[in-house]
């Protein structure tokens, strides 16, 4: 269906002295949380290196999601608030700052990482591990390059070292009775407490019957049942207006405008209401003139049904699928932009944006990284569902907060009964408290692996990952996950055995914020 754009990279020379390295603790992914992990070990005086597939610093942070999802900014806390305390001085404010250009956040990563000492090896994705009884000895990257450590973290969005180490995980979605949980496994809709659906019916087929793209013909599944589909991917563009910074959105090759009859109906159902931009993107300004789109609405940057082979895919499928979500969302803009049925208004809205030529140098001015909501999710030492979000919400082994609702995107587009078109699985219920992170969540089965610690793909049900998978939380459990790799070497016990007090005693002299009673009450709703 579609063609794939492909992202020409600068080549980046790995830092790798020899074939063999060996440190305390090996962390791979240098996401946002792998920084503030890396950060927590090298503060702690261990010796530390973040192996990275790509060849940039921050993960989502710096590809393009600078609109942060907060929630309540008082639980934040640790490196996470250091790291926006930083975003605010670069833009000269005394106070943290949740909003910013990708660029900036990436230079605030890059030199924080170069202040404490940490070795960032760029272009080396792990192809294998060698693992005796429940330890982990060393990873080995595409490169031939090997690593050893005493303690790994895997601090990626896919899980990747986890599932190479033979570590218990799910993907997809639990059906309601495996946790109890109401709002698990496929939704009835319209579903009451989700959004991004069609406002109007829209036939799915075309005059022979045949079924439209972007739809499958399957229909749900059974309600409430267990399935493998995840929730959709975008990208977090970054567009700017200012013509002295722009590159013209570049023009989908073999673009095929049969592709997006569903969004033309679509359209044409909507009428003659009064429509802009923003009913089909969400538009969020950042610092000089640039932008955080995000999905918005029945069809919007969210490829729905793009997803479902990425947590499990090898690494040239999931290539294949990135392509796929660039030229998704190309033609997007370009349907936006050139399409007859979309209002004029619309349309020179559309073609007012572009590409900042001060962004995503290394990657043709698009961001670097996918929008992975969701991968794998480690079944470890606890689970973490919907019910501790506003049920079960103290731990004793706290290492941070969490205040996010319940925030799931959707994860299939189906044709109905009736010839009507329906978007499944966006779940969003919010509460009002803060919840506890347990550590317990971040650390395997003791008999499947001793040394491990996965501060990203967090033990979890699908339901349980939706108000932890925000950046910010990431950013808490990676300092908690450092400073705990730290502990369990310091007093050589397994990562399931590291002394909690000692933890949370440490955590709290790092500002981190494990309990309401942290949060000190000049802080409480300031920012």
Known sequence: ???????????????????????????????????????????????????????????????????????????????????????????????????????????????????????????????????????IQSITTNTGAQYSAKIFIDATYEGDLMALGKISYAWGREGVEQYNETYAGVLKEPWPHGGHQFRVPVNPYDDNGKLLPMVHAKGPGVIGSANKQVQSYNYRMCLTQNATNKIPLPEPENYNPANWELFRRYFSALGNQSLSLSHFMTISMMPNGKTDINNNGAISTDFINGAWEYPEADWTTREEIKNLHIQYTLEFFYFLAHDSS???????????????????????????????????????????????????????????????????????????????????????????????????????????????????????????????????????????????????????????????EKLQKRLRELGQYLTNSDIPPSYVNKY
């Open 1 to 135: 269906m579609y063609c794939y754009f492909f992202l020409t990279l600068l080549v980046i020379h790995n830092v790798v002295a020899s074939t063999q390295q060996q440190y305390d603790v090996v962390v791979y992914g240098a996401t946002a949380s792998g920084v503030t992990a890396a950060i927590a070990v090298a503060n702690e005086k261990k010796s530390v290196v973040i192996i990275e597939p790509g060849v940039n610093v921050g993960g989502m942070v710096s590809g393009g999601l600078g609109m942060t999802d907060k929630g309540d900014p008082s639980v934040i806390g640790g490196n996470a608030l250091e790291f926006f305390k930083r975003v605010g001085a670069h833009y000269n404010s005394k106070d943290p700052k949740w909003t910013f250009e990708p660029h900036v956040a990436e230079d605030i990563f890059v030199n924080w990482l170069q202040d404490m000492k940490v070795t960032v090896v760029y272009q080396q994705r792990i192809t294998q591990i060698s693992k005796v009884g429940t330890t």
């Open 342 to 500: 979309v209002p004029l208004n619309v349309r020179n809205e559309m073609l007012s944006w572009g590409l900042p030529k001060d962004e995503f140098i290394k990657t043709n001015h698009w961001p670097h990284q996918l929008y992975v909501r969701e991968a794998r999710r480690m079944i470890g030492e606890y689970v973490m569902t919907q019910h501790d979000r506003h049920e079960t919400i103290t731990k004793p082994d706290t290492v941070g907060l969490g205040s996010y609702n319940i925030d799931t995107h959707n994860a299939q587009r189906y044709a109905t009964e009736d010839n009507t078109t329906l978007n499944e699985g966006d779940v969003e219920v919010s509460y009002p408290v803060h919840f506890e992170l347990p550590y317990r969540a971040l650390v395997p089965k003791s008999a499947e692996c001793t040394n491990l610690i996965v501060p990203v793909c967090v033990s979890s049900s699908h339901i349980g990952y939706g108000p932890i998978r925000l950046e910010p939380q990431f950013m808490i459990l990676g300092q908690s996950a450092g400073v705990a790799a730290s502990f369990a070497i310091e007093d050589n016990v397994s990562v399931q055995s590291v002394n909690i």
